[in-house]
């Protein structure tokens, strides 16, 4: 059983540009979760995509999007960079049966994005 | 609005000593409530969460509605529990989708 790999481990951008950052799910998942961490912060909560659509967002700009691939991986991008964008990206992968409770969540080691 | 609020950002114990670490909570309906820890060059992981009342190395956590806390415990400290805590809230209903997050407790346990 693969866990969630995400790439690249670390990204140095300049702000203005885009940014592509990406995320295997864990073996068996359905459902993708990516999370923003700022230092000293806890993460918080970008989107969530279930079966390739988006299930749940957070109080993100739309510049913040998402893309679920039909084997479960995922893509966050960002487009015209700011320097607060500067966070450990991560991305969670769980596997949703439709009940009401939040499924368990595995996380990967993350990306962390720097904006200059 | 959902918010978890950690008041304490460190906490030093010594080994074999009680630990607590506070967890408070605001949501208006049922929330499900969790606790995740990051050990040194680990990835964050899923220790505990209040529907299954189960007691993972050795720590335990009861949701108190009345005091919208859900505080985490161990009677006796173990230096490998040095770590990163986030106590995380989850709603009911339609908002299940998502953790809100705490900012964390760092957790050192000396010899």
């Known amino acids: 059983e693969t866990g969630v790999t995400q790439s690249p481990t670390h990204l140095i951008k300049t702000r203005g540009q885009q940014v592509t950052l990406r995320c295997s799910s864990q073996s068996g998942h359905n459902t993708v979760s990516w999370y923003q961490q700022a230092l000293g912060q806890g993460p918080q909560f970008i989107f969530q995509?279930?079966?390739?659509?988006?299930?749940g967002r957070g109080n993100f700009p739309p510049r913040f999007s998402g893309l679920q691939f039909p084997n479960y991986s995922s893509e966050l991008n960002v487009n015209a960079l700011e320097l607060d964008d500067s966070a450990l990206y991560l991305c969670a992968s769980s596997s949703y049966r439709g009940f009401a409770t939040n499924e368990k969540l595995f996380f990967g080691s993350g990306t962390q994005l720097s904006v200059l | 609005a959902q918010r978890v609020t950690q008041p304490e950002k460190l906490l030093s114990v010594f080994k074999g000593a009680p630990v607590e670490l506070k967890c408070n909570y605001s949501y208006s309906g049922s929330p499900e409530l969790f606790w995740y820890v990051q050990y040194s060059r680990q990835r964050l992981q899923l220790l505990l969460r209040?529907?299954s009342r189960e007691s993972i190395k050795g720590f335990t956590a009861d949701l108190n509605k009345g005091e919208t806390s859900f505080h985490l415990k161990k009677p006796f400290a173990q230096e490998e529990d040095s770590a990163m805590y986030y106590c995380a809230l989850s709603g009911g209903g339609g908002s299940n989708y998502k953790l809100t997050f705490g900012k964390g407790t760092l957790l050192t346990v000396n010899p």
């Open positions: 995509y279930y079966r390739e659509e988006e299930n």
């Open positions: 209040h529907i």
